[in-house]
């Protein structure tokens, strides 16, 4: 009798540790590449070289700044579409938003918001992954990790619409 008991003990202890091994490190996200290529995601083609007319009007080189022919497909939408490439890399607020962004700061600013929500994410990352380290299936958890925090529209414009708030119509729910 304790020799069964012994050896279920054992058979569960091998189970468990069997499964252990079958978690992936990146609990809450579940990407892998089984292909033993390259990742074709990871190749960006880059532009024809260009002989330039002048030596002297080229930039200083900067260890890992920008090269000239490399893609920047962001800038070449907006060109393409009759915009102005330079205003992807303006930074401030433009005059058009001051308004807005003085009225979204009136009750004070608290410069460290982003640091802080960060290291409160990766605490609620690591509680939520902390079940997950036995994944035989290799399910992605990640939505269902956030689900409860998750807005549901609808819920959210009813919501206002029985609080008396004028709100843009959406489309009919299909099933």
Same mark, same amino acid.
């Given at each position: 009798?304790?020799?069964?008991?012994?050896?279920?003990?054992?058979?569960?202890?091998? @189970?468990?540790?069997?499964?252990?091994?079958?978690?992936?490190?990146?609990?809450?996200?579940?990407?892998? +590449?089984?292909?033993?290529?390259?990742?074709?995601?990871?190749?960006?083609?880059?532009?024809?070289?260009?002989?330039?007319? +002048?030596?002297?009007?080229?930039?200083?080189? @900067?260890?890992?700044?920008?090269?000239?022919?490399?893609?920047?497909?962001?800038?070449?939408?907006?060109? *393409?579409?009759?915009?102005?490439?330079?205003?992807?890399?303006?930074?401030?607020?433009?005059?058009?938003? @001051?308004?807005?962004?003085? &009225? #979204?700061?009136?009750?004070?600013?608290?410069?460290?918001?982003?640091?802080?929500? *960060?290291?409160?994410? *990766?605490?609620?990352?690591?509680?939520?992954?902390?079940?997950?380290?036995? +994944?035989?299936? +290799?399910?992605?958890? !990640? &939505?269902?990790? !956030?689900?409860?925090?998750?807005?549901?529209?609808?819920?959210?414009?009813? #919501?206002?619409?029985?609080?008396?708030?004028?709100?843009? #119509?959406?489309?009919?729910? !299909?099933?």
């Amino acid at each position: 009798m304790k020799m069964a008991r012994a050896r279920n003990l054992v058979i569960g202890c091998m @189970t468990l540790g069997l499964l252990a091994a079958c978690g992936s490190d990146e609990r809450l996200r579940s990407f892998r +590449n089984t292909s033993p290529g390259p990742e074709e995601f990871n190749v960006s083609p880059t532009k024809p070289l260009e002989a330039p007319t +002048n030596i002297a009007s080229l930039p200083v080189p @900067t260890p890992g700044g920008a090269n000239r022919v490399d893609q920047n497909p962001k800038a070449d939408a907006v060109a *393409a579409l009759g915009g102005s490439a330079a205003a992807l890399s303006r930074t401030g607020v433009p005059a058009s938003d @001051t308004a807005l962004v003085s &009225y #979204a700061g009136r009750a004070g600013l608290d410069p460290s918001i982003r640091p802080v929500l *960060a290291a409160e994410d *990766a605490e609620f990352r690591r509680r939520e992954a902390s079940w997950t380290a036995l +994944n035989p299936f +290799n399910i992605d958890r !990640y &939505y269902r990790a !956030y689900k409860d925090q998750a807005i549901e529209p609808r819920e959210v414009a009813d #919501a206002f619409r029985r609080a008396g708030v004028k709100t843009p #119509a959406y489309p009919p729910e !299909y099933d």
